[in-house]
């Protein structure tokens, strides 16, 4: 492991109020130009390649989108877990005309994060109180969340800073690549 990963790693567990402070201090000592912007990108990049997800997740969600044409008629679908009783949902979606694929890979995720958080709030509970585990074979969608790859073009980046602002509203995420077999056994697709 790299001393940089080895930081993160160690930023990752540290409680919410104690990442805000290190923050804080950062911001101080002119390290961030802007703290506010620095603590919600930091908490998003953290929560989304956080170790301390427990073995087994509250939530599993598998997601997959693409376009016929590409750009061309979006479309996409995902399927949300429930690991306590395996209780599971699949939704499918039509997106409409002009998508590329990706932009379907994260429209379909972002649907499924909002879904999940409508549902749990609904329940009158709390994101934050769940460990979820995101699953997708879109490389590119995982690794610009993870914060590995950059997103370079404005509708790329505008919906990779979404689902980071949606996945850091839960206590503990992990985010996996898996097969395009796999997506395609869960989803049909």
């Not at 912007?37 to 939530?59: F, G, W």
């Not at 499918?92 to 379907?104: H, I, K, P, S, V």
């Not at 879904?115 to 009158?124: G, N, Q, V």
Request: charged letters at 30%; one cysteine or more.
């Amino acid at each position: 492991m790299d001393r940089v990963q080895e930081i993160a790693t160690a930023i990752a567990e540290l409680q919410p109020a104690e990442k805000r402070r290190l923050l804080e201090i950062l911001a101080a000592q002119g390290d961030l130009a802007q703290p506010v912007a620095a603590l919600t990108a930091a908490r998003s990049d953290l929560a989304s390649t956080t170790s301390k997800a427990p073995q087994e997740p509250d939530y599993i969600v598998i997601f997959d989108g693409g376009s016929k044409g590409n750009p061309g008629w979006g479309y996409g679908s995902y399927a949300i877990t429930r690991t306590q009783d395996g209780a599971q949902r699949v939704e499918r979606l039509q997106l409409g005309d002009g998508y590329t694929n990706n932009e379907a890979e994260y429209d379909s995720l972002i649907a499924a994060l909002q879904d999940l958080i409508e549902r749990i709030e609904k329940a009158e509970r709390q994101p934050h109180e769940f460990a979820l585990e995101v699953r997708g074979d879109s490389t590119l969608v995982i690794r610009q969340l993870q914060g590995t790859w950059k997103a370079r073009e404005p509708r790329m980046k505008e919906r990779r800073d979404h689902c980071r602002q949606l996945l850091g509203r839960f206590g503990a995420v992990l985010l996996k690549t898996q097969p395009r077999e796999e997506s395609v056994r869960v989803l049909g697709h």
